[in-house]
């Protein structure tokens, strides 16, 4: 979601959809985790009764767990596309790929977006950190049992193989996405292959 906001924002610059786009992103890399839980809790479940307040049961219960945690990467990304793809559009390759006639969504999607993606791809990586320490206030504030509720009730119960093993996962798991990312700078960026 973040990435076609990012560059719809950028190909719209100083629009309407840009400042809106932009102005929805910077708040939600502003505001805390839980005050943005407790606002979709308030609006969805409460003031138009659309989605449930917290535990599980179904997809729907999903939704605004989901949302809360991915507010702030998704405006991260968005925010950083916009960025890039700014950048990639004013290259002399852009203007040359303009000049031969090709339409705008073949030289937006093709030429630019490509050229815009590793920064793209390493914070989308970098985001990972940021979604397992999410997790800990977005569970507590849904009431969704979950890593992050296990790590914080096993602190408080002094539970230490549980919390060991809770950091070596999220270690592991951090590990492995960013091994995978480094194989996909290499499909996204020729230059990025090892030798």
Not at 27 to 50: D, N, Y
Not at 117 to 140: D, F, K, N, R, Y
Request: glycine share 10%; charged share 15%.
């Amino acid at each position: 979601v973040a990435v076609p906001v990012g560059l719809l924002s950028a190909v719209r610059r100083n629009s309407f959809v840009d400042h809106t786009t932009m102005g929805l992103a910077l708040v939600g890399q502003s505001a805390p985790t839980f005050f943005l839980g407790i606002l979709f809790i308030l609006l969805f479940s409460l003031k138009v009764g659309l989605l449930p307040t917290s535990g599980r049961g179904g997809a729907a219960h999903l939704v605004l767990p989901a949302l809360t945690l991915g507010a702030f990467a998704m405006a991260s990304v968005a925010r950083l596309t916009r960025s890039a793809v700014l950048e990639v559009l004013g290259a002399d390759f852009v203007r040359t790929a303009r000049a031969k006639g090709l339409a705008e969504r073949v030289v937006v999607v093709k030429h630019t977006l490509k050229n815009a993606a590793l920064p793209i791809v390493t914070i989308t990586g970098l985001q990972l950190g940021t979604l397992l320490g999410g997790a800990v206030v977005t569970e507590t504030v849904f009431a969704w049992p979950g890593i992050g509720r296990l790590a914080i009730q096993s602190i408080y119960n002094r539970d230490y193989p549980i919390v060991q093993c809770v950091v070596f996962l999220s270690a592991l798991v951090f590990i492995v996405v960013n091994f995978c990312l480094d194989l996909v700078y290499g499909l996204v960026d020729p230059r990025a292959r090892p030798r």
